[in-house]
């Protein structure tokens, strides 16, 4: 049975505002004023987040003055695949209502930053009018579908762009409040509203936590599917697709110093038939909505529902949804995660490239002017971009004569590309965090280049500078920029310290463990030191450093950062 217990209060909002209405629309008008808190749940669920600029917000409350209200609008991009049209018109909308910035998500998406509440509409209805809608990028819906970026013009890549596009398209809200309010679609009167019919899929109260979706192949996991709601693998017999292992239970948002609160990889649920996917999906999405906590929205993500009732039963209740009987999901290859920076075969001719974007901010900075750059090449050579997972950008259906016109813009523009990254800087992800994320613990997306920095000079002092490892940093433990899988994590924990992770694997098939806490920002380096010198004489052949610390165990890693700090204390005696 579903749980019944005391719904919390978001869900009551969730329940009253008569389909994700609320009084959004009423509050719009009043541009001095940030939207109250029942505003504010709802206007996730339309792509908004609501804050302040945590920077100033210190020294404008000494001298009695209001926070700098400010919005972060972003948008739902199955994918990650633009027309080179649509992304000329997101970069139009980054001048004219945000802090002209872009800025590449994690889910393949583009966020906003900056947006002020006068011009939060004017900013929606021209994402609309790009075709494309911030409508469930954010909220208790599920969000951005991702799936692989490489644009290779077979049979299997194009499955699996339309699958995230079909995908995306079933399992969106139906509600009409979205249109109401952002593009002047027909007004629905009050008491009217409140007796709209439920959303098909989502009930009244949609989902009681967020849910995230991805879909991968064994080849090339570089949306990290296992750490999804429901992770999805397409599994091929030569060209042909034979189905899809369902995974449940990804997630990677905790809290720290509470263990009932954890990362989880998804885990194998059962294997569907090719044309069973959209039906199977959306049950998954019924899982949640039935079973979830809607008491605690700590303990509301599918991930504890697979935990505590397993797998076996989770099979069980997704074939009484579908009305058929589901196998077990089948045996996997390992997953590869592959390098899509650099210039590719597209397979028909063409190519594409996939260009660094340093914690996904294009923009126009002291050193390089990459935003200018990006917008001469689309608009001139007319390359569709794709927004990868790694936070980066590839620019595909590039004509072989346009290669070097292409190279030779983007460094007249001092933009870094693929062969000028050290290997550090080529995984790394990071989090925006402060000035602008309200649950930033820490700094993260503007610290990011110190810290990779710390670790790339102690790997090169061990000869390890051309190592490839994916260090992941967020400003706190709800997970963004997924530090719990992967080779490094650094989590931030109080202003200027972080916890560090270590022992994932790259391919993101294994959760990395605590090393260690409460780490001065300048220390991070000092820190992993001495796990660098172990895996430098220790490692194997071919063997990355996350496979290196799980295959040592935490016990010999402790142990070689206390003898590394009695060196130092007698040292500095």
């Known amino acids: 049975m579903a749980r019944t217990e005391t719904i919390s209060k978001p869900e009551a909002v969730k329940q009253q505002s008569r389909q994700l209405r609320g009084h959004i629309a009423r509050d719009l008008a009043d541009t001095a004023n940030p939207f109250d808190k029942e505003g504010y749940a709802i206007l996730k669920f339309h792509g908004v987040y609501q804050g302040y600029d945590r920077d100033?917000?210190?020294?404008?409350?000494?001298?009695?003055?209001?926070?700098?209200?400010?919005?972060?609008?972003?948008?739902?991009?199955?994918g990650g695949r633009l027309t080179a049209d649509q992304y000329l018109g997101l970069d139009a909308i980054a001048d004219k209502w945000g802090d002209g910035s872009l800025r590449v998500t994690t889910r393949q998406s583009i966020q906003f930053h900056g947006v002020v509440k006068a011009g939060l509409k004017s900013t929606i209805a021209e994402v609309n009018h790009s075709l494309l809608t911030t409508l469930a990028a954010c909220g208790d819906v599920v969000r951005t579908v991702t799936t692989v970026p490489a644009p290779i013009r077979d049979a299997m890549h194009g499955r699996l762009e339309a699958d995230a596009r079909r995908l995306s398209t079933h399992l969106l809200p139906q509600t009409g409040a979205y249109h109401e309010i952002w593009v002047d679609g027909e007004k629905w009167p009050e008491d009217a509203a409140a007796h709209e019919a439920p959303d098909p899929l989502y009930g009244d109260r949609y989902l009681p936590r967020k849910f995230k979706a991805g879909l991968a192949i064994p080849?090339?996991?570089?949306?990290?599917?296992?750490?999804?709601?429901?992770?999805?693998?397409?599994?091929?017999?030569?060209?042909?697709?034979?189905?899809?292992?369902?995974?449940?239970?990804?997630?990677?948002?905790?809290?720290?110093?509470?263990?009932?609160?954890?990362?989880?990889?998804?885990?194998?649920?059962?294997?569907?038939?090719?044309?069973?996917?959209?039906?199977?999906?959306?049950?998954?999405?019924?899982?949640?909505?039935?079973?979830?906590?809607?008491?605690?929205?700590?303990?509301?993500?599918?991930?504890?529902?697979?935990?505590?009732?397993?797998?076996?039963?989770?099979?069980?209740?997704?074939?009484?949804?579908?009305?058929?009987?589901?196998?077990?999901?089948?045996?996997?290859?390992?997953?590869?995660?592959?390098?899509?920076?650099?210039?590719?075969?597209?397979?028909?001719?063409?190519?594409?490239?996939?260009?660094?974007?340093?914690?996904?901010?294009?923009?126009?900075?002291?050193?390089?002017?990459?935003?200018?750059?990006?917008?001469?090449?689309?608009?001139?050579?007319?390359?569709?971009?794709?927004?990868?997972?790694?936070?980066?950008?590839?620019?595909?259906?590039?004509?072989?004569?346009?290669?070097?016109?292409?190279?030779?813009?983007?460094?007249?523009?001092?933009?870094?590309?693929?062969?000028?990254?050290?290997?550090?800087?080529?995984?790394?992800?990071?989090?925006?965090?402060?000035?602008?994320?309200?649950?930033?613990?820490?700094?993260?997306?503007?610290?990011?280049?110190?810290?990779?920095?710390?670790?790339?000079?102690?790997?090169?002092?061990?000869?390890?500078?051309?190592?490839?490892?994916?260090?992941?940093?967020?400003?706190?433990p709800n997970g963004c920029a997924r530090p719990y899988s992967g080779d490094i994590g650094i989590v931030g924990r109080m202003p200027g310290y972080y916890a560090l992770f270590v022992g994932g694997d790259f391919e993101g098939t294994r959760l990395n463990t605590v090393l260690a806490d409460k780490v001065a920002l300048g220390a991070i380096g000092e820190t992993l030191d001495p796990l660098f010198a172990l895996y430098a004489v220790e490692r194997r052949a071919g063997e990355g450093f996350g496979d290196f610390c799980h295959r040592i165990g935490m016990s010999a890693l402790q142990q070689a950062l206390a003898l590394n700090y009695e060196v130092r204390r007698h040292a500095a005696d």
Request: aromatic share 6%; hydrophobic share 40%.
């Open 56 to 78: 100033s917000a210190t020294e404008l409350k000494q001298r009695g003055e209001s926070k700098l209200w400010q919005f972060m609008v972003r948008v739902r991009i199955p």
């Open 219 to 476: 080849e090339d996991n570089t949306i990290d599917v296992l750490t999804n709601d429901l992770a999805i693998i397409a599994l091929w017999d030569s060209d042909q697709l034979a189905g899809y292992d369902f995974l449940l239970g990804g997630g990677h948002g905790m809290t720290h110093n509470n263990p009932k609160t954890y990362p989880r990889l998804a885990t194998p649920v059962a294997f569907v038939e090719p044309d069973d996917l959209l039906e199977a999906a959306a049950a998954v999405v019924k899982l949640h909505r039935d079973y979830g906590d809607r008491g605690n929205r700590r303990h509301a993500r599918l991930k504890y529902i697979i935990a505590e009732q397993g797998e076996d039963w989770a099979r069980a209740q997704l074939s009484e949804y579908l009305g058929k009987t589901l196998e077990p999901a089948r045996p996997l290859p390992p997953l590869s995660v592959p390098d899509h920076l650099g210039w590719h075969e597209q397979g028909d001719g063409k190519l594409y490239l996939g260009i660094p974007v340093a914690s996904g901010r294009i923009a126009d900075g002291a050193g390089a002017r990459l935003r200018t750059a990006l917008r001469a090449i689309v608009a001139e050579f007319r390359c569709d971009p794709i927004l990868m997972p790694s936070q980066d950008i590839i620019l595909s259906e590039i004509r072989r004569e346009d290669r070097d016109a292409i190279t030779a813009v983007l460094r007249a523009h001092d933009v870094r590309l693929a062969e000028d990254l050290k290997p550090a800087e080529r995984w790394a992800l990071a989090c925006p965090a402060l000035p602008t994320c309200g649950l930033a613990l820490t700094e993260a997306e503007r610290v990011q280049a110190d810290i990779v920095g710390q670790i790339q000079q102690r790997l090169a002092d061990y000869g390890l500078g051309n190592e490839r490892l994916s260090i992941r940093i967020t400003g706190c």
